[in-house]
């Protein structure tokens, strides 16, 4: 970063011209940080793949049925068998129903009696509201299984299909702001408080990543208005873990430097401005990976990770923002007591060199080419762990950590129902063609439930699939229904409906995996050839976080199989795993690289590397701790999913921070030397000998021992 730039963010006058824009930016920008959250967009559009044949159908299913309605399934169950009063207590439900349920979508269906005689279905259609609807599914959810428990006498009662499903969810998202902005918070200011041993000092990180989120809403906020930007309830939550994280971990790395600068100027402002000079283009370069990196989630074919992807990227720019103007202002303005009670003086000696990281490198230094293949073989072996990867679309009994009313109600429809005729598969055909589609389905035991509904040159049929609507069983009939419907000729057919969906998000998530992984790699390449000036080196990085990437999602199946005992994992969980371990973890790279190439200028790369390590190691261990803390804050999340994302890519960036970038880099580094830089000109700088290190080493410690003593 230029110096000129620098000395303007933390010049003895200027540093309050910084405050007081901020100040005002956020005077006017809080109340629309305020309206994001009622701005989700959580109905179903939001989420499908937009070209998927679902999509479609749901298009175009507006004609023939209340495409906004779904049943709310009440499911009444006596192990030892239903007595009469059973009965008449859910007949006489459907009465009340029909009075109290607000927003009904058609005629109640029920009750209707299994066949062992143990259990009742209720089927209660209700219009859910496109916008709204979904924040209100709890409380309607709650209406209808407070009149199915009044007077069950013993009966258990429970609320399932879509309806109970949605609610259950929408409780599992309730509060999702609050939750993880001060879960978020909390593991951050903990370490924060670890890291500093201050208790003053984390609060201006803290309070800067505030504001930074807080501008990145309110700017969203604007875009959801003006320019169609979707925000559901997904992207939502990992903004705010994303710009809390990424934004700490700028913070950081600009403190380390300016404690270091600290030492070596007597005055803070010259101190602050060389501390940006040095360390804001690391910050830089690695804010610029994940806005990057992000942005590739746009070539996604499902409409939620290609709207994560400018969210996302929006809230890395304004962390950046806040944390190399706003941070450097206020850390000027309270001067060098912030750090009390380790206040860093003027000439004071530097603590990273003799270290825990200035040992470990010492440790590395003999032996680097031994220590990579060890690292890396024990990388590759927890590789291994992905044979466990089942990374197929989770069940509706397999979705919660939990064992919510709907998870219950399912189970129970599973074992005393034959089909699922409450939640169908919907077959759209040319009209001329529905009789044909008919016969054909129904000798193929897909026989539809009732008479086509015809509008003008369309029908449309709707038949069941067998067990869990969202299990693998599920979408192997709907490839079958698919198939037959597609037989028929000049039918045109369409097939679609929640098990459809839920089989096309699988297939659009696997397209997505093939497209951006290629893609965020190819870019973050170039990236990192752009700041290293180098070939070799950015290859090698982009080498290793591969390497991490796959060592992470192994453990984590294993864990996930093993330990957790999950059914499964999401099919997104491996791109955005890899996603966000290579856009956020090479930045622990970028950070090192640049202090090793830094100092290679001066001392030779295999010295560099020593220096680098020691000075780096503690501040990215700390960025590392954060950011692995705030996504595993992810896991509060009564969700599989989010449980999966949350324990991979804080388990990812862990062995990102502690094994990759301190171990395997800095071996790699001092193992090939100079040639690390080609073909840049620094690969002709001479390098250090083994003896000059090792004696400059011990000059380090030697001065240390002596500047403690006085």
Known sequence: ????????????????????????????????????????????????????????????????????????IVVYHRDGGLTAADRAKATADVATYKKQVPHLGGPIVGP???????????????????????????????????????????????????????????????????????????????????????????????????VALTAAQAFIYLMVDHTGLTVNGQSYGILTVLVIGAGTDYALLLVARYREELRRHEDRHEAMAFALHRSGPAIIASSSTVILGMLCLLAAQMNSTKGLGPVAALGIVFALLAMLTLLPALLVTVGRWVFWPRRPTYRSPEPTQSGVWARVGAFIRPRPRTVWLVTVGLLLLCTLGLTQLNSHSLSTTESFTGNPQSVTATKILQSHYQDNSSDPVYVLVDSPQAQQTTQQLSAAGFAPAAKPIVRGDR???????????????????VKQIRGIAH????????????????????????????AII??????????????????????????????????????????????????????????????????????????????????????????????????????????????????????????????EIGFAVALGVLLDTIVVRAVLVTALTLDIGPKIWWPGKLRNVPDASTEQIESDAAEDAAAEDAAARV
């Open 1 to 72: 970063m230029d110096r000129k730039y620098a000395g303007l963010v933390c010049g003895r006058r200027s540093k309050y011209v910084v405050l007081v824009v901020w100040v005002v930016a956020l005077i006017v920008l809080g109340p629309l940080a305020g309206k994001l959250s009622g701005a989700q967009d959580n109905q179903t559009s939001s989420w499908l793949p937009a070209s998927a044949e679902s999509t479609k159908v749901y298009d175009q299913l507006g004609a023939f049925v209340d495409r906004n309605s779904m049943p709310a």
């Open 112 to 210: 209707i009696p299994s066949k062992d005689g143990t259990t009742l279905q209720t089927l209660v259609p209700l219009h859910v509201d496109p916008k709204s609807g979904w924040n209100d599914l709890p409380k309607t959810a709650k209406q209808i299984r407070a009149t199915a428990a009044d007077g069950a006498h013993g009966m258990s009662v429970h609320l399932g299909g879509p309806v109970g499903f949605g609610a259950d969810q929408a409780d599992a998202f309730a509060g999702i702001d609050g939750n993880l902005l001060f879960g978020t918070l909390g593991v951050v200011i903990l370490i924060l408080l670890l890291t500093y041993r201050s208790p003053v000092l984390w609060v201006l990180p803290i309070l800067t990543a505030g």
């Open 459 to 477: 029908s449309l049929l709707q038949t069941s699939v067998s067990g869990d609507a969202y299990s693998s069983k599920a979408f192997d009939q």
């Open 487 to 514: 037989g028929v000729p000049g039918s045109h057919a369409l097939v679609g409906g929640s098990t459809a969906v839920t089989y096309d998000v699988q297939q659009a998530t696997d397209h997505d995996i093939r």
């Open 518 to 643: 290629p893609l965020t790699l190819l870019v973050v390449l170039v990236i990192l050839a752009v700041l290293l000036r180098a070939i070799v080196a950015p290859v090698l990085l982009i080498l290793t976080v591969i390497v991490s990437f796959g060592a992470a999602l192994g453990l984590s199946s294993l864990v996930f199989h093993y330990i957790f005992d999950f059914a499964g994992t999401d099919p997104s969980l491996p791109l955005f795993v890899f996603v966000f371990l290579v856009a956020l973890g090479i930045d622990y790279n970028i950070f090192l690289m640049t202090r090793i190439r830094e100092e290679a200028r001066e001392h030779g790369t295999r010295r560099g590397a020593i220096v680098g390590l020691s000075a780096t190691g503690g501040v990215i261990t700390s960025a590392g701790l954060v950011l692995a803390s705030t996504f595993a804050v992810l896991g509060t999340l009564p969700l599989v999913a989010f449980a």
